[in-house]
T-cell receptor, first 111, second 115 residues
Framework: KNQVEQSPQSLIILEGKNCTLQCNYTVSPFSNLRWYKQDTGRGPVSLTIMTFSENTKSNGRYTATLDADTKQSSLHITASQLSDSASYICVVSAQDDKIIFGKGTRLHILP | KAGVTQTPRYLIKTRGQQVTLSCSPISGHRSVSWYQQTPGQGLQFLFEYFSETQRNKGNFPGRFSGRQFSNSRSEMNVSTLELGDSALYLC??????????????FGPGTRLTVT
């Protein structure tokens, strides 16, 4: 069964600290993996998109990694800011066009 | 360039009623996808329309339907509303499709509450 599991479910860190969010998937055949940031009351905004051949991709302070062998991805946030408080959603697309969403990690940045 | 717009932003309906939600994609985008988001289930894919044709469909009952017009605007309809249909309904548009590397842009969503 195609699944995307994210951990932790929620995370609280102090402003300025780094953090890493995890995404494990069982989607097959794999096409691509995306990380989205969703602020409260708004639609998701794409952070990164990675295909099978890409191991890492950065977008400012956000760096995503992909290990297609172990079917794991991580999103690393460097020097967190208050504006990073949001839900982060991992989305995996299969080659047959199926799209499977993780339930997200709720990140809270404290001043 | 204006972003994806959705109307209405908030809606309250009672069980058994039907509802129509509207989505206007970014100018030039031909693909529109619809998603349901609930706290328990997260985001779930409803369907995708491209050039007025449904190209992809998620696992939702037939009460959920949609259509796309020649100007790429899309509507989603839910008939015989149930309490469990209360959710944030998100629309996303992309130039060609939601598959592989095509970027999707989400609207702010319509918050539907069924009482």
């Amino acid at each position: 069964k195609n699944q995307v599991e994210q951990s932790p479910q929620s995370l609280i860190i102090l402003e300025g600290k780094n953090c890493t969010l995890q995404c494990n998937y069982t989607v097959s055949p794999f096409s691509n993996l995306r990380w989205y940031k969703q602020d409260t009351g708004r639609g998701p905004v794409s952070l990164t998109i990675m295909t099978f051949s890409e191991n890492t991709k950065s977008n400012g302070r956000y760096t995503a990694t992909l290990d297609a062998d172990t079917k794991q991805s991580s999103l690393h946030i460097t020097a967190s800011q208050l504006s990073d408080s949001a839900s982060y959603i991992c989305v995996v697309s299969a080659q047959d066009d199926k799209i499977i969403f993780g339930k997200g990690t709720r990140l809270h940045i404290l001043p | 360039k204006a972003g994806v717009t959705q109307t209405p932003r908030y809606l309250i309906k009672t069980r058994g009623q039907q509802v129509t939600l509207s989505c206007s994609p970014i100018s030039g985008h031909r693909s529109v996808s619809w998603y349901q988001q609930t706290p328990g289930q997260g985001l779930q894919f409803l369907f995708e329309y491209f050039s007025e044709t449904q190209r992809n469909k998620g696992n939702f009952p037939g009460r959920f339907s949609g259509r796309q017009f020649s100007n790429s605007r899309s509507e989603m309809n839910v008939s015989t509303l149930e309490l469990g249909d209360s959710a944030l309904y998100l629309c996303a548009s992309s130039l060609v499709g939601s598959i592989p590397t095509y970027e999707q842009y989400f609207g702010p969503g319509t918050r539907l509450t069924v009482t």
